[in-house]
């Protein structure tokens, strides 16, 4: 059964919970912290998309820089730079946005999305490219003409680049291949406990110097704006604990590495992103990450009322001890 992880007080009152399930391992991978279902598995939904990624290195994909490999693996705000590196992949293999076959949306940043509707109506101003996964679609479409396979139906299960994709996710995280979900931009998803995530996160920040796993993620730490955008919950806890390799799911999913293969992932069952920033820095507080004043004014995002600061929300006190 799930645990209480999170709590949100109002003016001293605890007003709100959210329940999910955690786990922490040490950096031989073995459980430290084992909080709930973490056992059962999950819909990682884009905690995926670094074993995505790797799948595309696998196939031959080679991305210009290491910009263009992050992209790939990125949640992205659609932002300027995030479209310029969508469309510069897609220009590189002789793609046109039309071929990207993720759902149009509208950029997920305040000022991007304000400066889409401009003048238009909401459905006319939505895009390929601006949705979130358009990066890894796009990657997706290169790797599938590098080789030889069909363009169009890439995202069905029994493309051969799923295919792939599914027994690379197998390997990396010791599950067996199971039924598949659809994720929000269409794609299979295949599920995971959080234990085998975490472990397949610790394989990435661990692998061999120019291995799949090694390049994608140093691709990610080393771009935390690029897989997320302005404030982005990811770029913000990345630049706060040098070394630490991490990205959200949607639905109150995280997970995360450091260098030495100490590694953590959560489900938070409401998938309530309110939730998402206190717990993880909670969790890298248990893990014994450098505290610093970044993650203490990560950890307590204010609760207001009447404009001003009225309470927070938080970690549930002595949630680790």
């Avoid at 997920?108 to 109506?121: I, M, T, W």
């Amino acid at each position: 059964m799930s645990v209480e992880l999170v709590e949100v007080v109002r003016s001293g009152f605890r007003e709100c919970v959210h329940r999910g399930s955690v786990v922490i391992l040490d950096a031989d991978g073995e459980p430290e912290v084992a909080l709930g279902e973490v056992h059962l598995p999950i819909f990682p939904r884009s905690t995926n998309k670094p074993m995505q990624a790797i799948t595309l290195l696998r196939n031959g994909f080679e991305p210009q820089d290491e910009a263009e490999l992050a992209i790939s693996t990125a949640s992205h705000f659609g932002e300027p730079d995030h479209i310029a590196l969508v469309q510069r992949l897609l220009d590189r293999f002789g793609f046109t946005e039309d071929q990207l076959e993720c759902p149009p949306d509208l950029p997920s940043d305040e000022v991007a999305r304000a400066e889409a509707l401009a003048g238009r109506d909401r459905a006319k101003a939505a895009r390929r490219i601006y949705m979130n996964c358009s990066g890894k679609h796009a990657a997706m479409l290169a790797t599938c003409k590098i080789n030889g396979w069909p363009t169009t139906g890439y995202l069905h299960s029994a493309h051969p680049l799923q295919q792939s994709v599914s027994a690379t996710i197998a390997e990396i995280t010791g599950e067996p291949e199971t039924d598949l979900g659809i994720d929000g931009c269409g794609l299979p998803i295949v599920p995971v406990s959080l234990v085998n995530l975490a472990r397949a996160y610790a394989a990435m920040t661990t692998g061999d110097a120019g291995t799949p796993q090694r390049r994608v993620a140093e691709a990610i730490r080393n771009n935390p704006r690029v897989i997320s955008g302005t404030d982005g919950p990811d770029l913000l806890t990345m630049r706060a604990t040098p070394g630490l390799v991490c990205k959200i799911g949607a639905d109150g999913v995280h997970a995360g590495a450091l260098p030495d293969g100490r590694a953590f992932a959560y489900k938070i069952d409401d998938g309530h992103d309110r939730a998402r920033m206190p717990l993880t820095q909670a969790i890298l507080r248990r893990m014994g990450v450098e505290w610093t004043d970044a993650h203490a004014d990560l950890a307590t995002p204010a609760v207001l009322g009447g404009g001003a600061r009225v309470g927070l929300v938080r970690a549930v006190p002595g949630l680790f001890g």
